[in-house]
């Protein structure tokens, strides 16, 4: 077992990315109320992840769940935190346009982690690969959210879109 300190700082850094991508989705989600359900819809996902993760952290803790170092990209977290953050700080006080939040949102997206991110783990955590799976399959499913919605923008209504981000997260309509 590589050291276990180094696997829950990784793990911790998953955890920080996934808080710092949903905390910016409700920023936007804030800021431009007429997209807000779209904004929310995405946020709640990666807090998902987060809380995923989150559960993960005790398997590493554990030593059911190691540490590959030679797939550690600790260096491509903390360039995208700090592109978050950075994009946050500008946004606290003033309003994003919602062409420029989506494409802001799709920045991000094209940058996160996929399976590869993942392949950094090793040993049998009885719920690391499906967590994983998870992960990946919602990051995959709605990677490409923020662009199609901006190019569709003028021509479909945007509860189509929200219908489309239900449909990908699982949740049922909202009740009334």
């Known amino acids: 077992m590589t050291n276990k300190l180094m696997a829950s ?7 920080r990315h996934e808080a710092a991508v949903a905390s910016i989705y409700r920023l936007f989600e804030s800021h431009l109320p007429g997209d807000a359900e779209f904004w929310s819809l995405l946020a709640a996902q990666e807090e998902w992840h987060a809380d995923i993760l989150r559960g993960l952290k005790q398997e590493v803790l554990d030593g059911q769940l190691d540490l590959r170092p030679e797939h550690l990209i600790l260096k491509n977290i903390e360039i ?6 950075n994009t946050k700080r ?3 006080s003033k309003s994003p346009a919602a062409v420029q939040a989506l494409e802001i949102a799709q920045t991000i997206e ?4 996929d ?7 090793d040993g049998d955590a009885p719920n690391a690969r499906e967590a994983f799976d998870t992960i990946t399959a919602q990051t995959v499913a709605h ?4 662009a199609k919605r901006r190019e569709a923008s003028q021509a479909l209504n945007p509860s189509a879109w929200v219908e489309k981000l239900r449909a990908i997260a699982g949740i049922g309509k909202k009740a009334h």
């Open 9 to 15: 700082t990784y793990i911790e850094q998953l955890i």
């Open 110 to 113: 094209d940058n996160t982690l």
């Open 115 to 121: 399976s590869e991110g993942f392949a950094v783990f």
């Open 143 to 146: 990677r490409n959210l923020p």
């Open 90 to 92: 500008i946004f606290s």
């Open 80 to 85: 995208s935190l700090e592109y978050i953050n």
